[in-house]
């Protein structure tokens, strides 16, 4: 399985601002995904992110909000744009195993005030 | 579009007894993967246990075990001699065989290990 790490970890940010979140894998990996796990809620999948590609967005997000690079085939990131207390959540980096599992990395915990 | 239900949002079980988590999909497709995956209070997901859809044979991981039945899309995991360590919130996830998807989540179940 991959080694997915994921940065910050948490934290705690004041609305109108944006975060980038960095995912960094062990291996190279074709796909990776981000997904959005609000509070008490499973997870949503936002976007796949293709190396050398513009990500596919899900219904219900947008580029502008959720840009997202994939510069490698090791590394992403999401950046959460003009940020509101709706947009407190987990995030979840993903990647694609040999046999069609997906790996997750350890979340990155956002609060907006 | 798959959907998938979890019908039990919290399943309490004694420690050392067995207990059955159930999940059902919908899905027009003939190959894809079931998960069931496990995410403690840590919030990392862990992946408990995968079944292929055209294999018969229910997939088993040492304690945990599926019961896949195709035909009414139902892929119940069930987990024996339950320990205080598998408490968590489960979630049942599909993927297409296609590949280019990600996976879509159950609601989840949150397990409740009694000591």
């Known amino acids: 399985s991959a080694v997915i790490s994921q940065k910050p970890s948490r934290d705690i940010c004041q609305r109108g601002t944006s975060l980038t979140i960095q995912c960094q894998v062990d291996?190279?990996?074709?796909?990776m995904f981000w997904y959005r796990q609000q509070p008490g809620q499973s997870l949503t999948l936002i976007a796949t992110?293709?190396?050398?590609?513009?990500?596919?967005?899900e219904s219900g997000f947008v580029i502008d909000k959720f840009p997202i690079s994939r510069p490698n085939l090791t590394f992403s990131t999401l950046t959460v744009s003009n940020m509101s207390p709706e947009d407190s959540s987990i995030y979840l980096c993903?990647?694609?195993?040999?046999?069609?599992?997906?790996?997750f990395g350890e979340g990155s915990r956002l609060t907006v005030l | 579009a798959q959907t998938v239900t979890q019908s039990q949002p919290e399943m309490s079980v004694q420690e050392a007894e067995t207990v059955t988590l159930s999940c059902t999909y919908d899905?027009?497709?003939?190959?894809?993967?079931l998960f069931w995956y496990k995410q403690p209070p840590s919030r990392q997901m862990i992946l408990v246990i995968r079944?292929?859809?055209?294999?018969?044979q229910n997939a088993t991981e040492n304690r945990f075990s599926v019961n896949f039945q195709k035909a009414a899309k139902s892929f119940s995991l069930k987990i024996s001699d339950s320990q205080l360590g598998d408490a968590a919130m489960y979630f049942c996830?599909?993927?297409?065989?296609?590949?280019?998807?990600?996976?879509?989540f159950g609601k989840g179940t949150h397990l409740i290990i009694q000591p």
């Open positions: 993903s990647v694609e195993g040999v046999t069609g599992e997906l790996f």
């Open positions: 992110a293709n190396q050398g590609s513009e990500a596919t967005y």
């Open positions: 291996s190279q990996v074709t796909m």
């Open positions: 079944q292929e859809a055209y294999k018969q």
């Open positions: 899905t027009s497709e003939s190959d894809y993967y």
């Open positions: 996830a599909y993927r297409s065989a296609r590949g280019a998807d990600g996976l879509t």
